[in-house]
Every structure is written in structure tokens, then in C-alpha cells.
């Protein structure tokens, strides 16, 4: 067995029923719990990132952490990952990638309300908070080896999955492939600029991502729509497609070997909580920077990154992908979603791409980069963070120069280790959530009975 059979065999055990079995199951019981909470407070959320307060403790604004987390979350995911998830599930693939998110913004909602109730400051005055820390205050003392596993697991993340390798691979191909730019090349100007932007902390991280988010966002979006327009006639029976192949499986066609039901129902959820990241507990550590003092406000802000990033950003790469036909080819990762926005954009498609996809991958790195440091801040305190980086900074030099299908095996296996103590305690502290939940909106029913008083004495 080589190296590459083994990591396969591995990622089949931690991406194994007993996984996503907690993953959905942990959306569900909060959903419940919540009272589809993702459902009738989405507008609220929505309204609170332009117009939370920002007047609690933190280093950034709601905004900035948000942009922080989307960082992270909108990247290669959605372009590379939803190409290899359909690419290896069939149309189906984006079925439950779906579900995955519409169970997954409860769980992200949850778990970032957690890091603003237990975060605390470190040593050198920063916000410090995520799963290691509600794990250890909200659940007890006793449960800190739970605590330091996702710490090590978060490492590893930043280090070995989605922090540098997919990344790095993303923006070199991507370079390469349209305007023929060589590996080392890209390599050398990549981590010059990761560098620059990183040694500056959180607060140089949201800057630089609160300006990067939202053009990268839009620009993207608008090139997928555009696709989708070329495509029009073809939109119906995609999404047909996409819902009858999810319970039924796909038949092998052209380049496409063929996928059963279990094949879409795995790469959809894995692919899903890579893009969106919910209960993977990387959302909560930037969410516990903001500047709030409602954990809950923080919870539905960051709620919407899920939304966004999955909803909105993975459908539409999902359906330019089954309406051009392409997943039926030869291609794979990028190069994929590539040939399909080129149907309709055939000469400024591939630039579009190129850039959209370099800046998606660099702040993925920016993001990654933080929430690494504060994994790191946490096992060994503020003095390890300079050699932190230093070892980051080193592996996206040498991000480059890997395979594709190596990289999404460790990326897999990483995120799946990080995973498990983070939904184990946001169960335990569902209870904890459901309180935070109505001290906040019995605040919101409080203030809005004063207001309506005040406008009825006026009257």
C-alpha cells in the first residue's frame, strides 16, 4: 500500500458514517433547538452586519471578523471543491452539499455565539476564543485534553489542509495555466505578500479582507450568474438533475466513471464543510474578535457566512458546472469551473477566473493563517506565535510544488480531526446556546417596546 492508498483508507474512517452522522446530527438537534433559527432570524442577521454597534471588547469590528471568517471560508472551496465534489459525486454531490449548509449555518451560529461568551484576552492583549476555550470554561477543566486536541487539530488545519497547500496549489495552477507564469515565480511573489500581510496580526488581516471579500465576492457571483444566463434554457433540467442524482446516483458518461448515492452524499458534505466550515470551529476563533457584547449578535453575523458562501457562491459554480456540461469531461479542480465560465465568457472568462481564484486562495491563506496562531497561542501562549509563522509562511513556499489529489487527502483527514471536539461541544453547551439565544432577543423585544413607547409619547 503506498502513501497516498493509506491517506484514502484514513479519510474513509474519519469521514466515515459516524462523522457525518454528528456533523448533520448536531445542525439538527440545533435547528430543533433553535427553532430554525437560520431560517426566520436570516434577515435579522443579514441587517445586523451593516448595522451592529460595535461598542463591546474586541479587536475588530462585526464586519471585520465576519470578512476575517468569509476569508477563509469563500476560496478554493467554492470553485475547486465544488468541481472535485461533482466531479466525484456526480450533480447530486451538490444536493447535500445543501443540506450540509442549511443544518450547518445553526451549528455556525451556535459555535461562533460560544466564542464570544468564553473568549478571554491573551498576554499580549488580544482577543483569544473558539471551541479550545468554551471547551475548557464552558465544559470544565476536566475536559481539557478535548480542548488541546482541537488546538493540535487547528495546526494542523493552518499548516497541512486548508491553510496553505490547496491554496497555494490553486493560485500557482491557476497562474500557469492562463498567463503561463512559472510555479517558482508565483511561489516567491505568494509568500512575499502572506508574509507582509500576516506578521501584521489580526487587525492588518481584516483590513486587508474587509476590502478583498465583498469585490472578490461580487465579482465571482457575477461571472457564475452570467453563465447561468448564456445557459438559461439548461437551468431547469440541471437543477432536476441535480435533485433526481442525489437519491438515485449517476451513470457513467463521457469522462464521468459513475457515482452511487453514498459517493454524492460523502463528497457533498466533505466538500461542503471544507468550503463553509461550519462545526469545523475555524468560524468561532475569528467571531471572537469581534466587537460585541451579544454573543448572540455575533452568532447571527457570522451565520451568513455560511449562507453566502454555500448557498449563493457553491450553487451557482455547482450549476455553471451541470448546465455547460463540462463534469462530464476530461478536466478536474479548477481547470473545470474554468471551461465552464469560459462557454459564455470564452476570452475574459479565463482572467476573471484566474484573479477571482488567486485572491479567493490568498485570503483563504490570510484567514487560515490567523486561526492557527490562536490554536497555537493556546498550546504553548504567546511565545510561540513568531515561530508559528515562520513554519506557515515556509509551507506556502513549499505549497506549490505538490499534488492535487495528495493535497485534498490531508486537507480531509485534518479538517474531519478538528471537527470532532468542536461538535462534541457545542452539544454539551447547546443549553448554554439556547439562553444566550433569548437573553438576546428578549434585549431586541425590550428595546423595541422602549422605542415604541418613546414614539407613542411623542405623539
Same mark, same amino acid.
Given at each position: 500500500?503506498?502513501?497516498?492508498? @493509506?491517506?484514502?483508507?484514513?479519510?474513509?474512517?474519519?469521514?466515515?458514517?459516524?462523522?457525518?452522522?454528528?456533523?448533520?446530527?448536531?445542525?439538527?438537534?440545533?435547528?430543533i433547538r433553535?427553532?430554525?433559527?437560520?431560517?426566520f432570524?436570516?434577515?435579522?442577521?443579514?441587517k445586523l452586519?451593516?448595522?451592529?454597534?460595535?461598542?463591546g471588547?474586541?479587536?475588530?469590528t462585526?464586519?471585520?471578523a @465576519?470578512?476575517?471568517?468569509m476569508?477563509?471560508?469563500?476560496?478554493t472551496g467554492?470553485?475547486?471543491?465544488?468541481?472535485?465534489?461533482?466531479?466525484?459525486?456526480?450533480?447530486?454531490?451538490?444536493f447535500?452539499?445543501?443540506?450540509?449548509?442549511?443544518?450547518?449555518m445553526?451549528?455556525?451560529?451556535?459555535?461562533?455565539? @460560544?466564542?464570544?461568551?468564553?473568549?478571554?484576552?491573551?498576554?499580549?492583549?488580544?482577543?483569544?476564543g473558539g471551541p479550545?476555550?468554551?471547551?475548557e470554561?464552558?465544559?470544565?477543566?476536566r475536559?481539557?485534553?478535548?480542548?488541546?486536541?482541537?488546538?493540535?487539530?487547528?495546526?494542523?488545519?493552518?499548516?497541512?489542509?486548508?491553510?496553505?497547500?490547496?491554496?497555494?496549489?490553486?493560485?500557482?495552477?491557476?497562474g500557469?495555466l492562463?498567463f503561463?507564469?512559472?510555479?517558482?515565480?508565483?511561489?516567491?511573489?505568494?509568500?512575499?505578500l502572506?508574509?507582509?500581510?500576516?506578521i501584521g496580526?489580526?487587525k492588518?488581516?481584516?483590513?486587508?479582507?474587509t476590502?478583498?471579500?465583498?469585490?472578490?465576492?461580487?465579482?465571482y457571483?457575477?461571472?457564475c450568474?452570467?453563465?447561468?444566463?448564456?445557459h438559461?434554457?439548461?437551468?431547469?433540467?440541471?437543477?432536476n438533475?441535480v435533485?433526481?442524482?442525489?437519491?438515485?446516483?449517476?451513470?457513467a458518461t463521457?469522462g464521468?466513471l459513475?457515482?452511487?448515492?453514498?459517493?454524492?452524499?460523502?463528497n457533498?458534505?466533505?466538500?461542503?464543510?471544507?468550503?463553509?466550515?461550519?462545526?469545523?470551529g475555524?468560524?468561532?476563533?475569528a467571531?471572537?474578535a469581534?466587537?460585541?457584547?451579544?454573543?448572540?449578535?455575533q452568532?447571527?453575523?457570522?451565520?451568513?457566512?455560511?449562507?453566502?458562501?454555500?448557498?449563493?457562491?457553491?450553487t451557482l459554480t455547482?450549476?455553471?458546472?451541470?448546465?455547460?456540461?463540462?463534469?462530464?469531461?476530461?478536466?478536474n479542480?479548477?481547470?473545470l469551473t474554468?471551461?465552464?465560465?469560459?462557454?459564455?465568457?470564452?476570452?475574459?472568462?479565463?482572467y476573471?477566473?484566474?484573479?477571482?481564484?488567486a485572491l479567493f486562495a490568498?485570503?483563504t491563506?490570510?484567514?487560515?493563517?490567523y486561526?492557527?496562531?490562536?490554536?497555537?497561542?493556546?498550546l504553548f501562549?504567546?511565545k510561540?506565535?513568531?515561530?508559528?509563522?515562520?513554519?506557515?509562511?515556509g509551507?506556502?513556499?513549499?505549497g506549490a510544488?505538490?499534488?492535487?489529489?495528495?493535497i485534498?487527502?490531508?486537507?480531509?483527514?485534518v479538517?474531519?480531526?478538528?471537527?470532532?471536539?468542536?461538535?462534541?461541544?457545542?452539544?454539551?453547551?447547546?443549553?448554554?446556546?439556547c439562553?444566550?439565544?433569548k437573553?438576546?432577543l428578549?434585549?431586541?423585544?425590550?428595546?423595541?417596546?422602549?422605542?415604541q413607547?418613546k414614539h407613542?409619547?411623542?405623539?
Amino acid at each position: 500500500m503506498d502513501f497516498f492508498e @493509506l491517506l484514502n483508507k484514513i479519510d474513509g474512517i474519519v469521514w466515515g458514517p459516524p462523522l457525518l452522522l454528528l456533523l448533520v446530527g448536531t445542525g439538527i438537534w440545533l435547528t430543533i433547538r433553535l427553532k430554525l433559527l437560520q431560517v426566520f432570524r436570516l434577515p435579522l442577521a443579514i441587517k445586523l452586519i451593516f448595522t451592529a454597534k460595535n461598542n463591546g471588547k474586541g479587536d475588530v469590528t462585526s464586519f471585520g471578523a @465576519l470578512c476575517t471568517a468569509m476569508a477563509a471560508t469563500i476560496g478554493t472551496g467554492n470553485i475547486v471543491g465544488v468541481a472535485t465534489a461533482i466531479k466525484a459525486g456526480g450533480p447530486g454531490a451538490l444536493f447535500w452539499m445543501w443540506l450540509a449548509a442549511f443544518f450547518g449555518m445553526a451549528t455556525k451560529y451556535a459555535e461562533c455565539l @460560544l466564542a464570544v461568551k468564553y473568549r478571554q484576552v491573551d498576554a499580549k492583549g488580544q482577543m483569544s476564543g473558539g471551541p479550545m476555550y468554551y471547551i475548557e470554561k464552558g465544559m470544565g477543566e476536566r475536559y481539557k485534553p478535548l480542548a488541546i486536541m482541537f488546538a493540535i487539530s487547528g495546526v494542523l488545519v493552518a499548516f497541512f489542509g486548508i491553510g496553505t497547500f490547496p491554496q497555494v496549489n490553486a493560485i500557482v495552477s491557476a497562474g500557469e495555466l492562463s498567463f503561463n507564469i512559472p510555479p517558482m515565480a508565483t511561489a516567491v511573489v505568494l509568500t512575499s505578500l502572506v508574509a507582509l500581510v500576516t506578521i501584521g496580526g489580526i487587525k492588518r488581516i481584516a483590513q486587508v479582507t474587509t476590502k478583498v471579500v465583498p469585490f472578490m465576492a461580487v465579482l465571482y457571483i457575477m461571472i457564475c450568474a452570467g453563465t447561468l444566463l448564456y445557459h438559461s434554457e439548461q437551468v431547469p433540467q440541471a437543477i432536476n438533475t441535480v435533485l433526481t442524482s442525489a437519491f438515485t446516483g449517476t451513470a457513467a458518461t463521457g469522462g464521468f466513471l459513475g457515482a452511487t448515492v453514498m459517493m454524492a452524499l460523502r463528497n457533498g458534505f466533505a466538500r461542503g464543510v471544507f468550503s463553509n466550515e461550519s462545526g469545523l470551529g475555524s468560524a468561532p476563533i475569528a467571531a471572537a474578535a469581534a466587537k460585541t457584547k451579544w454573543p448572540a449578535e455575533q452568532g447571527l453575523i457570522s451565520m451568513t457566512g455560511t449562507f453566502f458562501d454555500t448557498i449563493i457562491v457553491c450553487t451557482l459554480t455547482g450549476l455553471a458546472l451541470v448546465v455547460t456540461g463540462v463534469w462530464q469531461g476530461d478536466a478536474n479542480g479548477a481547470a473545470l469551473t474554468q471551461e465552464a465560465i469560459n462557454t459564455a465568457f470564452p476570452v475574459i472568462g479565463t482572467y476573471i477566473m484566474t484573479i477571482g481564484l488567486a485572491l479567493f486562495a490568498f485570503t483563504t491563506i490570510l484567514g487560515w493563517n490567523y486561526y492557527g496562531e490562536r490554536c497555537c497561542e493556546y498550546l504553548f501562549g504567546v511565545k510561540g506565535i513568531p515561530f508559528y509563522r515562520y513554519i506557515f509562511i515556509g509551507l506556502v513556499a513549499t505549497g506549490a510544488f505538490l499534488e492535487l489529489d495528495l493535497i485534498w487527502q490531508l486537507a480531509d483527514i485534518v479538517n474531519g480531526l478538528m471537527a470532532i471536539p468542536n461538535l462534541i461541544a457545542v452539544l454539551a453547551l447547546s443549553g448554554v446556546v439556547c439562553a444566550e439565544t433569548k437573553r438576546y432577543l428578549d434585549h431586541l423585544k425590550t428595546q423595541e417596546e422602549n422605542l415604541q413607547g418613546k414614539h407613542h409619547t411623542a405623539n
